[in-house]
């Protein structure tokens, strides 16, 4: 068995933006990943503080050196990547009793369809009517088109620059689910060399606080899947804080 493809954590997670890297033996980081938490939502303009939904952004990865070759029907890196992102994300909700909830959204260039193929065939589902803030944010992301100034768009013009996506429960825990062997290590990736055409099998090592604690309590990941609260993933909320307005 060749030596490990390892997903890292920089920095440690925890904080309101986190990144992973990836790479393969001693070559250094060959791919970087990020997420970031956005802002806090809310179910109403009278909502107490304590019933808010964390918002995170799963920002666009970055890839030095391909790592090609391996099987894509099997795993793919951009699942590598969301799984690592997500249980950063989760470590605490998945386990906490009273789980704040939380809203886990990608956003992804229309024309980008291989993203979006990669994301939806997951089970990420997409936001049909975007929420007041997530028009406006729409705005900053997408500034111009047709040479014009930002301006309102209409659902039909978004969608036709932008596709909002957001993980749902059944999505995560169906990653997870798949992950699960390569992480507790029972299965290895198989990548062929492009020079010399034999195939070589890579242990995916992930190093997260989560999978560090899942593995102490109960074994594996595999072992603690149907006891994680997946049901704290919710679609975006209506309303999102400034600072003490809610808009």
Known sequence: MAQPSLAAEYPPEGGARGYFGAYVDEAGIRALTAYEHWIEGCDSKNADRADDI?????????????????????LSLQQVFIFVRLAAILVDALVSETPQRHCILACVAATNTQSLRG?????????????KWLKYEHRYWFPKYDGEPAVDRDQAQIDSEGVYLWASPSAVKALFATIAPY?????????????????????????????????ENFGSLAGALDLLRFDCLVPPPPFVRIGQDVF
């Open 183 to 215: 992480v507790d290590g029972e299965k290895t990736l198989d990548r062929r060399h492009r020079e010399t055409g034999e195939t070589e099998s890579f242990a995916l090592e992930v190093d997260t606080l989560m999978l560090r604690v899942l593995r």
């Open 119 to 131: 994301l939806t065939s997951l089970g990420f589902l997409r936001v049909d009517e975007l929420p």
């Open 54 to 74: 964390a918002i995170y952004e799963l920002a666009a990865s970055v890839v030095r050196h391909p790592l090609g070759g391996f099987d894509v029907n099997v």
